[in-house]
């Protein structure tokens, strides 16, 4: 009997935190994975999608880099099957006050957030489009909603991502290729110590559920939905915020996002 390939999803950022459980929705249904991360613990996570079925191939690399992104995609060509689904979700977050932060960390969350995954989806687009098939996933967030006072270059390449998304869904509207924008709010993750936010309102506060947010994302891509806002808080503040003035808006995330010791 002829075993047949299952098709094949690319997850970025699949660690830990809404990647990992992204990465978890593929293999429980029924899709192979290339899994990325710039830290090895992508490995151990690679071994939790393989006792759910998967057949698993795990890349670390350095996704905020031109090279980095090449050797993910070096190591999916040589696969020699093509990826039906691209769950961009790679990101990283900063806070603090702009002018206080290293720009060396400035520059680390444009080049992972905004050129590092838009050089992957071009790269991995154009082969969708070519093939008239695929579906795109990218991980915007409702932050870019928002003037991201403490978090101003989070909240802005979030902004653009989730600009970005539409756009290019609209761009793919007839060839086959869907885009949806997953917009989750404030997550249960580790995102906010790496971001070193920990000592800020928002840092300490309860968040969501990563599991139930990628879930929704899941369903929403396999749908061919355009955005997702898990969660039922967050589609209210993401309705008044296009109501809120941007000195108001600032002036509240200011009160979360803002260090108590700084």
């Known amino acids: 009997m002829a075993i047949v390939a299952r098709s094949l999803a690319l997850v970025t950022g699949a660690s830990t935190g809404i990647g990992f459980e992204l990465a978890k929705c593929c293999a429980e249904n029924g899709f192979d994975l290339v899994v990325a991360a710039d830290e090895p613990d992508i490995q151990i996570a690679a071994q939790t ?48 006050g702009f002018l206080d932060q290293d720009f060396n960390g400035v520059r680390l969350v444009l080049e992972t957030n905004l050129l590092g995954t838009l050089y992957l989806l071009h790269r991995i687009g154009r082969d969708m489009r070519s093939r008239n098939r695929g579906r795109i996933l990218i991980t915007g967030s409702i932050a870019g909603f928002t003037p991201g006072a403490f978090q101003a270059v989070y909240n802005g390449t979030k902004a653009f991502l989730d600009s970005f998304s539409f756009a290019l869904r609209n761009e793919l509207k007839d060839s086959g290729v869907t885009v949806t924008c997953l917009m989750p709010g404030a997550t249960e993750t580790e995102f906010f110590e790496r971001a070193d936010m920990l000592d800020t309102p928002i840092g300490q506060a309860e968040k969501g559920d990563p599991a139930e947010v990628a879930r929704q994302g899941f369903e929403a891509m396999m749908e061919g939905y355009g955005e997702v806002i898990p969660g039922w808080q967050n589609k209210l503040r993401a309705a008044i915020s296009h109501f809120i003035p941007g000195e108001v808006a600032a002036e509240q995330q200011r009160k979360i996002a803002e260090p108590r010791t700084h």
Do not use: Y
């Not at 079925?53 to 995609?73: H, N, P």
């Open 49 to 96: 999608f393989r006792d759910l079925g998967a057949l698993v191939l795990a890349v670390q690399a350095d996704l905020s880099t031109i090279q980095g992104v090449d050797k993910l995609l070096a190591e999916v060509d040589a696969s020699g099957q093509p990826i039906e689904m691209l769950l961009a979700n790679a990101g990283r977050g900063l806070g603090g």
